[in-house]
C-alpha cells in the first residue's frame, strides 16, 4: 500500500464498461482521488479501451483492485463513504463532504447492490435528472460528485 493520500477515494463497484473506468480514472487524476475498483470487472484492467480512455493520464493515476467488497472494506473506512443511487432521497448538493471521503459508484447496467445500499442508508445520495432520463452516464456522474466536493473544499 502506498503512502499516497488522497483528496478523494472513487469506488467502482463491478463496473462493466472499460470506457467509462478510463474516463473515470482520468478525472481521479485532475481531482487527486484514488481509484478503486471491486471485482468482478466487466473487462481486463489492461484492455485497450480503458487505456484510450484515460489516454496518458493513465501513468499518473493511483488505483487499486480489490477482489470483492469485504476485501475493500478491510482496507478502506467505508464509513466515511457516499452511495451514490437514484434510489436515494438526499441530493447530493445537500452533502457536506470531507477530504479523504470514498464515492462509491455501482455497475453501469444495475447500480449498486441492495445489501450495500440498505446497510449504507444514511449515506446514499443522488443526481437529480428529469424524468425522461433514467439515470447518468457512469463517467458523468462520478465527474458531478468529484467537482461538487472540490467547489466545498476551496469556498471563501
Given at each position: 500500500?502506498?503512502?499516497?493520500?488522497?483528496?478523494?477515494?472513487?469506488?467502482?463497484?463491478?463496473?462493466?464498461?472499460?470506457?467509462?473506468t478510463g474516463s473515470v480514472g482520468r478525472t481521479?487524476?485532475?481531482?487527486?482521488?484514488?481509484?478503486?475498483?471491486?471485482?468482478?470487472?466487466?473487462?481486463?484492467?489492461?484492455d485497450y479501451h480503458l487505456r484510450r480512455a484515460?489516454?496518458?493520464?493513465?501513468?499518473?493515476?493511483?488505483?487499486?483492485?480489490?477482489?470483492?467488497?469485504?476485501?475493500?472494506?478491510?482496507?478502506?473506512?467505508?464509513?466515511?463513504?457516499?452511495?451514490?443511487?437514484k434510489k436515494a432521497k438526499k441530493n447530493y448538493?445537500?452533502?457536506?463532504?470531507?477530504?479523504?471521503?470514498?464515492?462509491?459508484?455501482?455497475?453501469?447496467?444495475?447500480?449498486?447492490?441492495?445489501?450495500?445500499?440498505?446497510?449504507?442508508?444514511?449515506?446514499?445520495?443522488?443526481?437529480?435528472?428529469?424524468?425522461?432520463?433514467?439515470?447518468?452516464?457512469?463517467?458523468?456522474?462520478?465527474?458531478?460528485?468529484?467537482?461538487?466536493?472540490?467547489?466545498?473544499?476551496?469556498?471563501?
Amino acid at each position: 500500500m502506498s503512502h499516497y493520500q488522497p483528496k478523494l477515494h472513487v469506488v467502482l463497484h463491478q463496473p462493466e464498461i472499460p470506457y467509462n473506468t478510463g474516463s473515470v480514472g482520468r478525472t481521479c487524476v485532475a481531482v487527486g482521488a484514488k481509484l478503486w475498483l471491486v471485482r468482478p470487472l466487466g473487462f481486463q484492467v489492461d484492455d485497450y479501451h480503458l487505456r484510450r480512455a484515460g489516454m496518458d493520464y493513465w501513468q499518473h493515476l493511483e488505483w487499486e483492485t480489490v477482489d470483492h467488497w469485504e476485501a475493500l472494506d478491510q482496507v478502506l473506512d467505508l464509513g466515511r463513504s457516499w452511495f451514490f443511487t437514484k434510489k436515494a432521497k438526499k441530493n447530493y448538493l445537500d452533502a457536506e463532504f470531507q477530504p479523504g471521503d470514498a464515492f462509491v459508484f455501482g455497475s453501469e447496467s444495475q447500480g449498486l447492490p441492495r445489501s450495500i445500499l440498505t446497510r449504507y442508508a444514511e449515506n446514499t445520495l443522488r443526481i437529480s435528472t428529469r424524468p425522461q432520463v433514467r439515470s447518468l452516464n457512469l463517467s458523468n456522474s462520478v465527474a458531478v460528485a468529484t467537482y461538487e466536493a472540490l467547489r466545498q473544499w476551496e469556498k471563501p
